[in-house]
């Protein structure tokens, strides 16, 4: 089922197979109709994470980057819109030769073939396809079937790994293992036999459970691999060792490594182990709930980041949520703020809890608490810095007043082209771009270097007509796209604050494990001082 961590398994199993030496790329297929993530909301779908080349994919998209600290591109991400739109325009374009074309074999044949591009453009010795959704539901039964033909033809090349959970009710307080063995029977419905159980539960497998599961799932018992919730997921690859997987996975695909070497990996997870003292971030944002529940997952890359810049600096995270809209209604709360050693307000979309935040921001400025904000994050600091410094007091975003007298952030007019078209799937600014550091700036110092690559998602841009006023009145546009046209950066000096960064960009994106991005850093480092 959805969170059940296989994300997490398939990332980790990516993780120690690497260690072994081998080159190893993940897909991730997300069943549903949408050709990608982009157009679905966080309550939906969690955080969309975009790739170097622009792609808005899932979040596991993101925990496979930072488990194999590689870059996955566009090829990596399937959805059933993507695998239908790209046969019905085959079809469209007489490629099928005049044949009658159906979803079997067609749409399985697509995947496959995206499974091996995906294979092929990064050159991996091993790919680690995640299906998403559960077995036995219609959605997914078409990339089963896919899986399927490909074990036929390659048997030593296929190795299948159930996830699965097995609950302990409290009322019983005895591990259950029938919903496994149902799964595993749905499987074997599909024609597919899995080499590998990863029990997930609260507790670790028992020798009875092990016993029962390998014996009704006909899989070998040292082939059943226990996977206990645990406090951090970067303890899963180490886990799996303990029953030595990948040296098992190897095997089955009859392949080749090296020893195993996941020191780094051990040095980082010790590291984080370690860190006591806390550091205290507050993220001012807007919540997003499900009924009873609320969903954290929406910003999972920012509070990575947030914990590897934390722990690379021997400091424990202490993450708390603020909901912005609280700062609209009682400003006299924004006192709460001094409590943190930073700051971070990270993207998004609309109007709601946008007064709190620029609150929020105004806040973090005057009373110089390190601050970071990333996206809108940047494009509201810009305005609270015309409000309340440059005196324009009605500037604002033209995605919130498209009639504000300044209009600080405005829409590029390609965009509004693509607006007006009702154009809105895949046509953000997205992906990598360049952009060029200041020199003598916090940035520039952060990062160290003149050119960096950073990726983006969304519409709106600052607007150059108040660049002149801002800077001015001391703000510094410490990066820009190389022809100068686009702010992507903007800060105030160190004179004038401990550490204050807005950026366009989404930095979150691309801090990994063993290497935390130097924003991040810098805001943490910036609140150990505080
Ligand atoms: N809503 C803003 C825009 O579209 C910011 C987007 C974001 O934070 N990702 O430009």
């Known amino acids: 089922m959805s969170g059940v961590g296989k994300g997490i398994a398939s990332a980790s199993i990516g993780k120690i197979l690497q260690a072994r030496g081998l080159k190893v790329t993940a897909v991730k297929i997300d069943p549903y109709l949408n050709v990608d993530a982009g157009t679905m909301n966080p309550v939906e779908h969690g955080e969309v994470f975009v790739t170097e080349d622009g792609d808005e994919t899932d979040q596991d998209i993101g925990n496979y980057e930072r488990f194999l600290d590689v870059d996955i591109f566009r090829d990596n991400y399937m959805t059933t819109g993507r695998v239908y739109q790209s046969v019905i325009n085959r079809e469209r374009n007489l490629e099928y030769g005049g044949?009658?074309?159906e979803a079997v074999p067609h749409i399985p044949y697509e995947i496959i073939d995206r499974i091996k591009r995906a294979t092929k453009k990064a050159g991996a010795d091993v790919t680690i396809i995640e299906v998403g959704g559960t077995v036995g539901e219609y959605q997914n039964v078409l990339y089963l079937e896919a899986a399927r033909m490909m074990h036929l033809k390659n048997p030593d090349d296929v190795a299948f790994v159930l996830v699965s959970y097995l609950p302990?009710?409290?009322?019983?307080?005895?591990?259950?293992?029938?919903?496994?063995?149902?799964?595993?029977q749905m499987l074997n419905a599909a024609g597919i036999q899995p080499d590998f159980i990863l029990g997930r539960s609260t507790h670790p497998l028992d020798e009875p459970r092990r016993q029962k599961l390998a014996l009704f799932c006909n899989v070998a018992k040292d082939h059943i691999i226990s996977a206990p919730d645990i406090e951090s997921v970067y303890d899963v690859p180490i886990n799996f060792e303990k029953e030595n997987l990948s040296e098992k996975i190897i095997k089955t695909l009859k392949l080749k490594a090296k020893k195993h070497d996941l020191k780094e990996w051990r040095r980082f997870v010790?590291?984080?182990?370690?860190?006591?003292?806390?550091?205290?971030?507050?993220?001012v944002g807007k919540y997003f709930e499900s009924g009873d529940f609320i969903l954290p997952d929406a910003y999972i890359s920012v509070i990575e980041s947030i914990k590897y810049a934390a722990w690379a600096n021997n400091r424990k995270p202490e993450i708390e949520w603020i909901n912005s809209d609280v700062y609209e209604k009682d400003k006299k709360k924004l006192r709460e703020l001094s409590k943190f050693d930073c700051l971070v307000v990270?993207?998004?979309?609309?109007?709601?809890?946008?007064?709190g935040k620029i609150n929020a921001i105004r806040y973090a400025r005057e009373h110089k608490i390190p601050y970071l904000g990333l996206c809108y994050g940047m494009q509201l600091a810009s305005i609270e810095f015309a409000r309340h410094v440059c005196d324009l007091r009605d500037a604002n975003t033209t995605e919130i007043n498209p009639n504000t007298k300044h209009p600080v952030i405005h829409i590029m007019p390609e965009q509004l082209e693509k607006m007006s078209k009702k154009q809105y799937g895949n046509t953000m600014r997205l992906g990598g771009y360049p952009c060029v550091l200041k020199q003598g700036t916090v940035a520039r110092h952060a990062y160290n270097k003149e050119t960096i690559f950073e990726r983006h998602r969304h519409r709106y841009e600052f607007n150059n007509e108040y660049r002149e006023a801002m800077e001015k009145k001391g703000l510094v546009f410490s990066g820009t796209s190389p022809d100068g046209k686009l702010v992507e950066i903007i800060e105030l000096p160190k004179d004038k604050h401990p550490f204050f960064v807005g950026v366009q960009f989404?930095?979150?994106?691309?801090s990994r494990p063993l290497n935390p991005h130097p924003l991040f850093m810098g805001l943490i480092k910036a609140g150990l001082k505080k």
């Open 99 to 101: 044949k009658c074309v």
């Open 168 to 184: 302990v009710p409290g009322k019983i307080g005895e591990m259950k293992t029938k919903p496994t063995q149902q799964a595993s």
């Open 270 to 283: 010790n590291r984080a182990r370690a860190a006591k003292k806390p550091i205290k971030v507050g993220i």
């Open 346 to 355: 990270p993207g998004g979309f609309g109007s709601r809890g946008v007064e």
């Open 506 to 510: 989404h930095p979150e994106l691309k």
